[in-house]
């Protein structure tokens, strides 16, 4: 039995699917860790996570199972033991589990308990899942591994308690949420060491994957509560922690406390740490995207830059008849503000064309919002011709508050590859935009000081389709349709409860009906970074043919 245990915390990023490479950095980290007794990954971090259905393939299972062997080989060098997330095929059935690998061999397995089955978790369709687990034996040592969901409810912590665990060490996927890293820390781990009476060491992973991005901001907590370590948000980290017995059970001894963002600087973090990590590891050269003039496109213009340096960031401005010379004086200094490259392709020449090409089919019929959307169009397809010649990623730059109501173009300014505002409202966009001015995470490649015009945060939004259009022709005002759209999207409310809170009951049943409706454009929009809690796509599933309206 020992009195003592050097435990290395590696808070890593992953690739989905990349076994042998995930395998390969987690054989380098143990390197860096050095003499320590124990080295803990990630929940699946061997296989990334989430992998959804790939785990389904036969071939897949037995790859992984083909290189943790490979892992826990390596261990038989005498160097650190190795707590490792993977999938695990048991007499038929799938579980998430974690390995003990030690001493040349894999020494322990344990399945996860409690799969989730809520927003962007679908475990329970994937994996059977285990009995509650018992603790692990290390080093004469009883440790708790909870997995994930297993440390963020009650039974399984308590039952570990209950047969003996000493301390709990709980390896997780969890996304990236706003005040996410806060209520783990203080509400829900804090929960479970009040419950058990045991210190936990609670491991996150860092970067992203598809719409999901993961803030790492792992910590350690002993038994009285008190916070030993805080590792840092959104970057990889390798935490060395100390831990000896006392009369009283283990402890940890204190070591740094990483400071975490506060709001809104999180929120602009995740965009830079989704959109980076899209982007290269599906290889592309950089992004292009149209610059209008307008506040959402210059701040994508300034995430991807800060996410990729301003080098790999392409912006086209795509001027009509209805374009104003301030916008395009508005694009052309935010480009140099950010420092990235600018052109200028006007599309008049395409919509006269199509104006021509339609004249017939279209004689007996009224302007409209027709003409509206083929300049749209013609702008996605001139992008998209960009984005095939020179490999560059589209990127769209539709808010959320726009993408709720459809004010959107299908086929048009929703043609691309990746969207870091879709899940940020038109007011979050104003707050980021103007915190981004005076402030810049400390991870990004873009320049310092301020990188979009004021002009372009206070001038009127505007889609520039028609003579002097304002979005608040067709909309409410923002801060209104917001708060109308966080009560029936973030929160489910009805309208009867949306006008309670004081709305009118006309705009919001209109604005109810106009969420519905857009259903059948957000399912065919890009992927973009998950922020709250009911993002489109993940979290908020609704049929597109759709006759129910709460309104009546």
């Known amino acids: 039995m020992t009195n003592q245990l050097n435990i290395a915390m590696a808070q890593l990023n992953q690739r989905v ?14 390197v860096k860790a050095g003499p320590v007794d124990l ?43 190795m707590l490792v997330g993977s999938i695990f095929m048991d007499d038929g059935a799938l579980y998430n589990g974690i390995a003990l690998l030690d001493g040349g061999r894999i020494a322990a397995v344990r399945y996860k308990h409690e799969l989730p089955n809520y927003g962007t978790f679908d475990e329970k369709r994937i994996f059977a899942a285990g009995p509650l687990p018992e603790p692990v034996e290390f080093r004469g040592v009883r440790l708790g591994v909870p997995i994930c969901e297993d440390g963020w409810l009650e039974p399984v912590s308590l039952h570990l308690k209950e047969r003996g665990a000493e301390l709990l060490i709980s390896t997780n996927g969890s996304p990236y949420e706003i005040d996410k890293d806060d209520r783990r820390l203080e509400q829900v781990f804090a929960a479970r060491v009040r419950e058990t009476g045991l210190p936990l060491m609670f491991l996150n992973r860092v970067g992203g994957q598809d719409e999901l991005v993961f803030d790492g901001s792992s910590f350690v907590l002993n038994a009285d509560g008190a916070v030993a370590h805080r590792l840092p948000d959104w970057e990889e ?73 301003p080098d790999r960031v392409w912006c086209v401005m795509l001027p009509s008849r209805y374009t104003s010379q301030l916008s395009l004086h508005d694009a052309a200094e935010c480009a140099a503000m950010i420092g990235c490259k600018i052109d200028t392709i006007p599309i008049s020449p395409a919509v006269e064309a199509f104006d021509d090409m339609l004249s017939g089919s279209f004689a007996d019929r009224d302007v409209d919002i027709s003409e509206e959307n083929i300049q749209s169009r013609i702008r996605g397809v001139t992008l998209m011709a960009l984005s095939n010649k020179f490999g560059h990623m589209l990127l769209t730059t539709g808010n959320k508050s726009e993408m709720s109501v459809g004010y959107a173009t299908i086929y048009g300014d929703m043609a691309g590859g990746y969207n870091p505002l879709k899940d940020a409202y038109k007011m979050t966009v104003f707050a980021i935009s103007k915190w981004r001015n005076g402030h810049k995470p400390r991870f990004a490649l873009g ?28 909309l409410p005002d923002y801060p209104i349709l917001d708060k109308m759209l966080h009560a029936l999207v973030e929160e489910e409310r009805s309208v009867d409860e ?55």
């Open 237 to 309: 980290h390798l935490r060395m922690t100390h831990w000896h017995r006392s009369a009283g059970g283990w402890e940890c001894a204190d070591g740094p406390k990483a400071l975490w963002e506060e709001h809104p600087a999180d929120i602009y973090s995740a965009m830079v740490v989704g959109l980076r990590d899209y982007v290269d590891t599906n290889r592309f050269p950089g992004v292009v995207l149209g610059m209008s003039g307008g506040i959402d496109s210059a701040l994508c213009a300034a995430i991807a830059a800060d996410a990729l340096g």
């Open 447 to 474: 320049r310092d000081g301020p990188v979009i015009p004021d002009n372009i945060i206070t001038k009127p939004p505007s889609a520039e389709l028609r003579p002097d259009q304002k979005d608040s022709d067709s």
């Open 498 to 552: 949306v006008v309670a809170l004081g709305f009118d009951r006309d705009a919001v049943t209109r604005i109810e009906h106009l969420l519905y409706l857009a259903e059948y454009k957000r399912r065919q929009a890009p992927p973009g970074v998950k922020l709250g809690t009911r993002n489109f796509g993940r979290d908020r599933r609704y049929p597109i043919t759709n006759a129910f309206r709460s309104g009546g």
């Open 39 to 81: 080295i803990v990954f990630p929940e699946q971090q061997l296989i990334g996570y989430p992998a959804e259905d790939l785990v389904l393939k036969p071939a897949f299972a037995a790859r992984a199972a083909e290189q943790l062997a490979k892992l826990a080989a390596a261990t038989a060098d005498g160097g650190p033991a």
């Open 17 to 30: 699917g990349d076994l042998a490479g995930n395998a390969a950095a987690m054989l380098e980290w143990r």
